[in-house]
């Protein structure tokens, strides 16, 4: 029987995933990876850590758990594939399955036989047009050779300058790399936050403050006019419409493009992101080529739309989805929330799906949840405190989206929100869930099902509430409101809202002094995370009141002017 021929083109996250998968399923099958670069299967997500120290040898981003290097060696002994680095694919013939390359070490061109094709091309950082970006001393961040100039730039980094441009997911990791590194570090952003349309204002709000804290001077709605460099063609210093920057070092972290050449040369049909368009068993246009990773589009599970979301765990999926299909197996790729994490400092962020503005723009009628509290319980030392955002469709129940900040245990809550948001459940699932517990890990209504439950109350008009948004647009347009906090004196005097409409009433005396509150004005009611605020909204409507309503997140998460004692 004739052994089955598959050519890989791309050897970092899919390709590698892929013929692994093969080799597994069938043995006798022939699987030649092609990379154009001299290292593969690396973890491209851990390059800011070799940055800052924290890995020490690039090997380790190759290695295996037990820490054997895979390089072609490794892929040859272990695996039984053929690894060609240093070998640039160049062209696609699709009529008689070949594939021409050049060999990048000598020049030489070669031709690849295949039955089956798998493209794992990945993406391309975006390169600005601005003058001066070639200047030595810019960078951009991608490979594992990316990092190491970055790392051993003009030799130690500390008290130089560092101009980050692009306040993303890799500009941020880089940021804490490059500080662990003594380096004075401004980031350009020309979006109004950090995160761009990852996050909702009133989340990301926390994140600034962290990088502030750690003396991250974030620049917002700046954009890059031109890099200045010296008579060495040395990069000098970035110059904004807004101000001139000095720099020794500058990385570029303005996101990435699918890799789509290849696929356009040969006819593939490409999708609405840009991306290359596949199938839910991951083959494109041509029922012998199949693509995965950073170069094609995802579905939404939320919209059932195209979206283009590179991230290496999802690239690891497609692969083994590939394998699966190119040896018979019939698997389906069921597509992507648009999760994210990241650490920035002592602040985790996570985010899922939609944001709020983005589920409204795409005329969702939404509600939404703001519930701050220790992810462990109060009573022990190490408790840190997490920010739980819900959207939720009004008319499914549905999830739409879920933002998690606080320097306490975000990954835990997320992986919920999304097996939830996977699973075609309602959000008042959530309440219902059996999720491990004991005080060390969780409180005992852990916090993403005391979110669920808020958003409970909310969707069946069990307490009515307005959001920091909404409160501050009231303040904005001089509304005349009772600003209720019922927390105790104490916790006014170390943090507070300074504003005129404000009135203390602690809630332990609010049926007793119900005389100081008309029931023909608007009271908005607050605590420090608003659970006292719900239940002053909760005793103030039982009684009678009719216009009352509670701040979502309290003072915690309002992400306006507020006093905080220092």
Known sequence: MKKKKVLIIGGVACGPKAGARIKRLDPDAEVTILEKGELISYAGCGLPYYISGQVDNDDELMATPT???????????????????????????????????????????????????????????????????????????????????????????EGKNVVIVGAGLIGLEVAESLKAKGMNITMIEMASQAMGNLFDSEMVFHLHNELKRNGVVLKTLETVREIKGNDRSAVTSVVTDKGEYPADLVLVAVGVNPNTQLAKQAGLEIGETGAIRVDASMRTSDSSIYAGGDCVENVSIITGKPIFAPMGSTANKHGRIIGDNICGI????????????????????ARTGLTEKQAKEMGYDCVTVLAPSPDKPHFLD???LIIVKLIVDKATHGLLGAQIVGPGDVAKRMEVVVANISSGAKVTDIAQYDLAYAPPFSPAMDNIITAANIAENKLFNRGRSLTPGEVQAKIDKGDDFIFLDVRSPQEYEQMRIEDPRIKLIPLGRLRSTLSELPQDKEIIAFCKISLRGYEAERILTGLGYKNVKYLDGGVV???YKKFVLS
């Open 557 to 559: 998460c309002w992400p």
């Open 67 to 157: 820490g054997v290097v895979r390089d072609p060696a490794f892929f040859k002994m272990v695996k039984d594939i053929d690894v060609k680095n240093h070998t640039l694919a160049q062209f696609i013939d699709r009529e008689h399955k070949v594939v021409t390359a050049v060999d990048l070490s000598t020049g030489t061109p070669i031709e690849y036989q295949y039955d089956d094709l798998v493209l794992c091309v990945g993406s391309q950082f975006r390169k600005p047009p601005f003058p001066g970006i070639d200047l030595a001393g810019v960078h951009f961040l991608q490979t594992v050779e990316d990092a190491k100039k970055i790392r051993n730039e003009g030799g130690p980094l």
């Open 382 to 384: 190490e408790a840190k």
């Open 330 to 349: 019939g698997s389906r790729f069921k597509g992507v929330c648009g999760t994210a994490i990241c650490r920035v400092f002592n602040i985790n962020v």
